[in-house]
């Protein structure tokens, strides 16, 4: 199926691009396949609405490298072009409906252990709950940390790699450029997904002190309690030494 099988050869339009997108994701349904779409967005406004997805695609077009290649990828997103996208572990996998369905494969770098024990260290103490990190409820101090282009948690060009089965030889097609920006999409329903692509793990950001001084306060007083060993136990399925 190509652009070629509209009768006027003209440039699809975007009724007819968001048409064949849907009928790429019905064939591959029924070849057996389970496809992940992102969605086709709104014509204006940003792709991306949570605190996370917004700073990958600021991320992103930051970058000079990306430049040129970037509106052409936020045109396919909103589009409904990116038929199937999946994350996992340093990977994203992507089919994207073009002139013909395109396959490709996005690798990203694990975070630097030691850029990761220097944001650990600055976090400590500083964010209240998962609740707070995974929503982006952040300080000033914390969201300046973790979105700094050098040392926070998103990667860099270099730090990303990406081949798609595409006839275009540009170091960055349309095809990953949209599936880019689709990544920042899945950040809006799963933020934890960013730490899975850096390969470190979310939770570390939060300290057992402050997980069980987040569970002793109440509402009414807020004032500090402490947990006996059985109920940190039970908790956190730990035991502690007396």
Known sequence: MSWDEFSDHKPPSVAQLRQQAERRIELLKAGGHNPEPIPAGSRNGAIAKSFWGKAWCKHLEAFSDYEYRLPRGRSYVRNGAVVDLKIE?????????????????????????????????????????????????????????????????????????????????????????????????????SPELLFKLRGVDHTELITLDSAVSDLTKTKSSRRRRTLDTDAVNDVFGIELED
């Open 89 to 189: 572990p340093q990977t994203v996998t992507a089919m994207v409906n073009g002139s013909e369905l395109y396959e490709l494969t996005v690798h990203i770098d694990a975070l630097d252990p030691e850029k990761w024990a220097a944001i650990k260290a600055r976090c400590q103490g500083k964010i209240g709950s998962l609740v707070e990190l995974l929503k982006g409820k952040l300080s000033d101090e914390i969201m300046s940390l973790v979105m700094d282009s050098e040392e926070g948690l998103f990667p860099k060009p270099q730090e990303i790699h990406f081949n798609c089965n595409c006839p275009d030889w540009a170091d960055m097609c349309k095809h990953v450029a949209a599936s880019l920006y689709g990544v920042g999409v899945r950040l809006d329903e």
